[in-house]
């Protein structure tokens, strides 16, 4: 487990998304919830308890980034408005629920994104391509990706309610940003971010 800018930034077990940890009480996605004891553990090690999350905050409706929601029950939820109702809807497979075998436990939005709106100090950026509705967070030195940029050039795949027209222009939007650390939603977190954008967005031209 490593602290970036007091960013908390927990690897996911197995088919789990990363989850980030913004002002020890904002969630950045949950993993598919099926390591259940895993992320309440990681948190509690950072002297985090899982009860004072207060808000958990999805990349996209992706199981393996939404699965886990149910684990805090006490959290509102917050997902970009063009997924919000994939999440809603019981066994959407725009949640891409069928790869995993199993059911999502927590169905609920209590906030709709919109680009441009404010999660503590980080702007959240619309970047669809992976989904509808995915979304980046930005605040002026750390991006927090979901699955739409992956370190060493890696992209989200779009075969799941994607669409590479959108990816194509999401990827020209972050590559205008001057990014320090990229903290994406699978795989390592990495510093000399701008380059790992570069090569993710030059592959799609």
């Not at 009480?25 to 950072?46: A, M, Y």
């Not at 725009?94 to 441009?116: C, M, N, P, Y």
């Amino acid at each position: 487990m490593v602290k970036i800018n007091d960013i908390i930034c927990i690897e996911g077990l197995g088919n789990d998304s990363n989850s980030y940890v913004i002002n020890n009480e904002i969630l950045v996605d949950t993993g598919t919830g099926s390591n259940q004891d895993f992320l309440h553990e990681k948190l509690k090690e950072n002297k985090i308890n899982p009860d004072d999350i207060s808000l958990i905050v999805n990349t996209h409706c992706h199981f393996d980034h939404v699965g886990g929601n149910y684990l805090f029950p006490k959290a509102k939820v917050a997902i970009h408005e063009a997924d919000a109702q994939t999440l809603k809807d019981n066994y959407n497979k725009d949640t891409a629920i069928e790869l995993f075998q199993d059911k999502i436990k927590r169905h609920d939005v209590d906030i709709e994104l919109k680009s441009g709106d404010k999660i503590a100090n980080f702007e959240v950026i619309h970047t669809p391509g992976h989904t509808p509705g995915g979304i980046c967070l930005f605040d002026g030195e750390n991006l927090i990706s979901g699955d739409t940029i992956f370190a060493n050039g890696g992209i989200g795949r779009m075969d799941i309610g994607g669409n590479v027209e959108d990816m194509k222009s999401s990827l020209n939007k972050l590559n205008a940003l001057n990014v320090k650390y990229l903290l994406p939603g699978h795989g390592s977190w990495t510093d000399n971010a701008n380059r790992h954008i570069d090569i993710s967005a030059s592959s799609l031209i």
